[in-house]
């Protein structure tokens, strides 16, 4: 049985599901029964992701296109229509980390790149989305943040301010479409691993994580089920975290007062 029955056959469009955090999202819900539309901006890898869901058992459409560019936006959501119906739940993953510059080194064309990306394009397909949904009363929009919207990374200007930007679209939209049945929050994923990282590189980015590891991409799907879901019908303009506790602690593990080396021993308890 499904632990979400009433996302089985929603239309569910995941931007950036060509890989990593995306992919996993598109894989969980298409096992909830949904029927998953899989976008990404390289054509093969929205291909591949959708045949994949395909083959397991689910229903996918592979919709590749650029968020930042609006008519290849309104291209793939009139596809997605003609397919099955309106987007019920739009998940805005697609993103720009990279690539990673000082400000000393940066110019308008990287500036100007990632906030196409990472903002317009969440401007892009909630504008899309959130008439269709308003008509049928009802409808989830989730964007994906980052600890960067309240922290920051170093040579991480644009990626910060972008996702910063995220945070507070995603509060002035939950104001703005809430009278119309639809619900706007936001995932802030913490360390995830979503290009493979060997042994020691997991276990030097777990290290300052308190739940002493680094995060997975199936580590999002259940909080996005969550949001997406019946479950959290009175939750909307909010930001869930998913980072192991990063940014609730004041120092990363290795110059903490007392280090977890330093913790009693299981054995002692």
């Not at 960067?148 to 995220?166: C, L, M, N, P, Q």
Request: charged fraction near 20%; charge should be negative.
């Amino acid at each position: 049985m499904s632990e979400y029955p009433d996302l089985s056959d929603k239309v569910v469009l995941v931007t950036g599901a060509g890989h990593g955090i995306g992919r996993a999202l598109a894989n969980r819900f298409a096992d909830q029964g949904a029927l998953v539309a899989v976008n990404d901006v390289d054509i093969e890898a929205a291909a591949d992701a959708a045949a994949a869901i395909t083959a397991a058992g689910g229903a996918s459409l592979a919709v590749p296109c650029d968020v930042s560019d609006s008519q290849q936006v309104a291209n793939m959501f009139s596809q997605i229509e003609a397919h099955w119906s309106h987007v019920e739940v739009l998940i805005n993953n697609a993103g720009l980390v990279g690539p990673m510059l000082h400000f000393f080194e940066a110019d308008e064309s990287w500036w100007r790149r990632i906030v196409d990306v990472n903002l317009t394009g969440h401007f892009l397909c909630c504008h899309r989305a959130a008439p269709a949904m308003a008509r049928a009363g009802t409808g989830v929009i989730i964007n994906m943040s980052s600890g960067g919207a309240t922290r920051a990374h170093r040579s991480f200007t644009a990626y910060d301010a972008t996702k910063g930007g995220i945070e507070a679209f995603t509060r002035a939209l939950a104001l703005d479409l809430g009278p119309y049945g639809i619900r706007v929050n936001a995932l802030m994923p913490g360390s995830i691993d979503t290009s493979g990282l060997d042994a020691e590189q997991r276990a030097l980015r777990g290290e300052n994580v308190p739940m002493g590891r680094i995060g997975e991409p199936y580590d999002m799907t259940g909080p996005a089920l969550f949001l997406a879901s019946e479950e959290s019908n009175y939750v909307t303009g909010d930001v869930l975290k998913v980072d192991g506790g990063m940014l609730a602690q004041q120092r990363s593990a290795t110059v903490d007062i007392m280090p977890p080396s330093d913790f009693p021993p299981v054995n002692d308890l």
